[in-house]
Nanobody, 120 residues
């Protein structure tokens, strides 16, 4: 099986920082882009940041200049969260586009999520 596991969430005061990590495990042909989404109760999951295998990044306007996504290797992605605001409070989910074998269709995989709570 393919699994994405997030870590690094926690409780932080406004203005503080956290670093989230996501690692993909299992057997697969390749991973294309990876990214981070977040979701609050009663709301739809939204994109926070993404990165392609060529290192091209994309950020939501609300986090641009404060968050940084980086790709350590094919299986691992990080999200540095700086200057955190209470509005950033959410469950953060790792996402990856994975092709399991050379003849398999590309599928979207999700981690279980890690809670980020920012207090005022």
């Amino acid at each position: 099986q393919v699994q994405l596991v997030e870590s690094g969430g926690g409780l932080v005061q406004a203005g503080g920082s956290l670093r989230l990590s996501c690692a993909a495990s299992g057997l697969f042909f390749n991973i294309n882009g990876m990214g981070w989404y977040r979701q609050v109760p009663g709301k739809q999951r939204v994109l926070v940041a993404s990165i392609t295998n060529d290192g091209i990044t994309n950020y939501a306007d609300s986090v641009k200049g404060r968050f940084t996504i980086s790709r350590e290797n094919e299986r691992t992605v990080h999200l540095q969260l700086n200057s955190l605001k209470p509005e950033d409070t959410a469950v953060y989910y790792c996402n990856a586009e994975i092709k399991r074998t050379i003849v398999s269709a590309q599928r979207e995989y999700w981690g279980q999520g890690t809670q980020v709570t920012v207090s005022s």
